[in-house]
T-cell receptor, first 115, second 115 residues
Framework: GAGVSQSPRYKVAKRGQDVALRCDPI?????LFWYQQALGQGPEFLTY????????KSGLPSDRFFAERPEGSVSTLKIQRTQQEDSAVYLC?????????????FGNGTRLTVT | KQEVTQIPAALSVPEGENLVLNCSFT??????LQWFRQDPGKGLTSLLL???SQREQTSGRLNASLDKSSGRSTLYIAASQPGDSATYLC??????????????WGLGTSLAVNP
């Protein structure tokens, strides 16, 4: 596609449920990032992939968060046993080259609400 | 710890005005700097990326400058239009050894251009 696509657009989960958020980056983009954005805040880094390799997961808030990009394209962010504090917008971004030397292209995000 | 300040936090102007948005890093050692806009309920759109070797970038009515010695960047919007209404965020990776993937974000400037 022409841009980064994320699905679902909105997700409501009951506390304790597992959720999976999908990101389709721009074709051919090497780098893929996941960010978490709370209302009125800037995005917070979660994790980074260079192709299929997860090179940095230092931003994942707990071991309930897991991300993968098995074939170096589509990525999934999974949150197990969701908690209310997980409610946020989850943004995916991709860029053409490794690291952040080229512009980031963001999807529209998935708004997760945990009730 | 690297922090980013954006001034002003909010701005409301009549159509046609020239605008200046400011971004400053507490630690001036940043690798590059990007300016983004975010529309309500949407992801972020990259506007300009200033590489470490550059001092400014221009795109249409937008001009961004970077003074690495002071850790400050300015986004200039000429002849503002109602369609420019959005939140503008700056972000850059701190010049830490081995870090070329994490962006440090400001909280943004919320801009309203009134017709």
């Amino acid at each position: 596609g022409a841009g980064v696509s994320q699905s679902p657009r909105y997700k409501v989960a009951k506390r304790g449920q597992d959720v999976a958020l999908r990101c389709d980056p721009i074709s051919g983009h090497v780098s893929l990032f996941w960010y978490q954005q709370a209302l009125g805040q800037g995005p917070e880094f979660l994790t980074y992939f260079q192709n299929e390799a997860q090179l940095d997961k230092s931003g994942l808030p707990s071991d309930r968060f897991f991300a993968e990009r098995p074939e170096g394209s589509v990525s999934t962010l999974k949150i197990q046993r969701t908690q209310q504090e997980d409610s946020a917008v989850y943004l995916c971004a991709s860029s053409l080259v490794a690291g952040i030397s080229s512009p980031l292209h963001f999807g529209n995000g998935t708004r997760l609400t945990v009730t | 710890k690297q922090e980013v300040t954006q001034i002003p936090a909010a701005l409301s102007v009549p159509e046609g005005e020239n605008l200046v948005l400011n971004c400053s890093f507490t630690d001036s050692a940043i690798y590059n700097l990007q300016w983004f806009r975010q529309d309500p309920g949407k992801g972020l759109t990259s506007l300009l990326l200033i590489q470490s070797s550059q001092r400014e970038q221009t795109s249409g009515r937008l001009n961004a400058s970077l003074d690495k010695s002071s850790g400050r960047s300015t986004l200039y919007i000429a002849a503002s239009q109602p369609g420019d209404s959005a939140t503008y965020l700056c972000a850059g990776p701190p010049m830490e050894a081995g870090n070329n993937r994490k962006l440090i974000w400001g909280l943004g400037t919320s801009l309203a251009v009134n017709p």
